[in-house]
């Protein structure tokens, strides 16, 4: 006959022991730094924001025809800024 063999218990874990309240230093902000396409599209008017300011030329020109793009190129610079 086989004889059964009891498996000993693990001995128990020590009980954590009460530590003094000390402050953790203050955490650092981490700033992470913005990628460039982040940079750009932060910079970047929306395409129905530039056709409204390229609109707004044209009717201040009287709803001339043949300078549509002068129009947009001008919105679009105004929008990110840039002095032309």
């Known amino acids: 006959m086989a004889e059964i063999v009891k498996k000993?218990?693990?001995?128990?874990?020590p009980k954590a022991v009460a530590k003094?309240?000390?402050?953790?230093?203050?955490k650092a902000k981490v700033?992470?730094?913005?990628?460039?396409?982040?940079?750009?599209q932060a910079v970047t008017p929306s395409h129905h924001e530039?056709?409204?300011l390229a609109q707004r030329y044209w009717a201040e020109r009287g709803w001339?025809?043949?300078q549509a793009e002068q129009?947009?190129?001008r919105a679009?610079?105004?929008l990110m800024g840039i002095a032309s």
Request: hydrophobic letters at 45%; zero cysteines.
């Open 8 to 13: 000993a218990k693990t001995p128990a874990k």
């Open 20 to 26: 003094t309240a000390v402050k953790a230093p203050a």
């Open 31 to 40: 700033v992470k730094a913005k990628t460039v396409a982040e940079q750009v």
């Open 50 to 52: 530039i056709a409204q």
């Open 64 to 66: 001339q025809d043949g």
């Open 71 to 73: 129009d947009w190129l």
């Open 76 to 78: 679009e610079r105004e």
